[in-house]
């Protein structure tokens, strides 16, 4: 019924930009925060990005902050990550999240914050 689904990953150049994308169904969307993370073979996930759909607040990780802008089309139940300056540091599975309580503070946002998941979608970026 709860449904995340990414798009928009692909190949792309050192330097060049990609936009993914995330659709939600099946829960009340504004009621959430909405989350970007990623997951690169053989490391953790990181959390990249996140905002609040109720009062649309943002974060992002200091690894992505000013280089990646999250954003949401609320009507369309759609969260963006518009990702530029793309770096090979930055090639991973991403993944969005929806949590109804998330926190946020110097260590950034926690995966077990979130309550539903998306499949993923591979964002390459080449040397």
């Known amino acids: 019924e709860v449904q995340l689904v990414e798009s928009g990953g692909g190949l792309v150049q050192t330097g060049g930009s990609l936009r993914l994308s995330c659709a939600a169904s099946?829960?009340?969307?504004?009621?959430?925060?909405i989350g970007w993370f990623r997951q690169a073979p053989g490391k953790k996930r990181e959390w990249v990005s996140c905002k609040s759909i109720s009062d649309g607040s943002t974060y992002y990780a200091a690894s992505v902050k000013g280089r990646f802008t999250i954003s949401s089309d609320n009507a369309k139940k759609m969260v963006y990550l518009r990702m530029n300056s793309l770096k090979p540091e930055d090639t991973a599975v991403y993944y969005c999240?929806?949590?109804?309580?998330?926190?946020?503070?110097?260590?950034?946002?926690?995966?077990?914050?979130?309550?539903?998941w998306g499949q993923g979608t591979q964002v390459t970026v080449s040397s």
């Open positions: 099946g829960f009340t969307f504004d009621d959430y925060a």
């Open positions: 999240a929806a949590g109804g309580i998330i926190t946020v503070d110097e260590n950034g946002s926690s995966w077990d914050d979130y309550d539903y």
